[in-house]
């Protein structure tokens, strides 16, 4: 699709909370797809609509990026879409240096759980729950904050 403008701090749309996606429609696959554009692009490990404008409860994951693959070719397996997500349990506080493509060049330590159960649904509107361990815990739970209107540095 295409490649999205970034929403940057002090932008007070990353301090508003996100609406559940209710329609599952072309419009959701686009914002999707912009989002999943956009990240790579950026070659990030993940991105919440919030930081593209889009008040919608929705993040995409760079699994690749995560487990520290630089390569570029990228599979579709490689991307997560979470979809109106909520975090079921946590456990082991940990301290995680953080970046965000919404503060560029800025990196902050943050208190976050190194295990996470979340529970979502996909872009076709299937329930799934994943148990995330290690960084893919850290980055679930700081698009989830964006989501919230949340930012890491409030952490």
């Given at each position: 699709?295409?490649?999205?403008?970034?929403?940057?701090?002090?932008?007070?749309?990353?301090?508003?909370?996100?609406?559940?996606?209710?329609?599952?429609?072309?419009?959701?696959?686009?914002?999707?797809?912009?989002?999943?554009?956009?990240?790579?692009?950026?070659?990030?490990?993940?991105?919440?609509?919030?930081?593209?404008?889009?008040?919608?409860?929705?993040f995409?994951?760079?699994?690749?990026?995560?487990?520290?693959?630089?390569?570029?070719?990228?599979?579709?397996?490689?991307?997560?879409?979470?979809?109106?997500?909520?975090i079921?349990?946590?456990?082991?506080?940990?301290?995680?240096?953080?970046?965000?493509?919404?503060?560029?060049?800025?990196?902050?330590?943050?208190?976050?759980?190194?295990?996470?159960?979340?529970?979502?649904?996909n872009?076709?509107?299937?329930?799934?729950?994943?148990?995330?361990?290690?960084?893919?815990?850290?980055?679930?739970?700081?698009?989830?904050?964006?989501?919230?209107?949340?930012?890491?540095?409030?952490?």
């Amino acid at each position: 699709m295409v490649v999205k403008p970034l929403v940057y701090h002090p932008n007070s749309l990353l301090r508003e909370v996100s609406i559940k996606v209710d329609a599952f429609d072309s419009d959701l696959q686009d914002l999707i797809e912009d989002l999943v554009d956009t990240m790579l692009a950026e070659d990030s490990m993940g991105l919440a609509a919030p930081q593209i404008g889009e008040l919608k409860r929705v993040f995409v994951l760079n699994k690749k990026r995560i487990t520290g693959n630089k390569s570029k070719n990228y599979q579709s397996e490689d991307i997560l879409c979470i979809v109106n997500p909520r975090i079921e349990h946590q456990e082991n506080s940990i301290d995680s240096s953080e970046g965000c493509l919404s503060f560029p060049g800025r990196r902050e330590t943050v208190k976050r759980f190194s295990n996470t159960r979340l529970k979502a649904v996909n872009q076709e509107n299937q329930p799934f729950t994943l148990d995330a361990d290690g960084m893919l815990s850290i980055i679930i739970q700081h698009e989830i904050d964006h989501l919230n209107g949340i930012l890491f540095i409030d952490r």
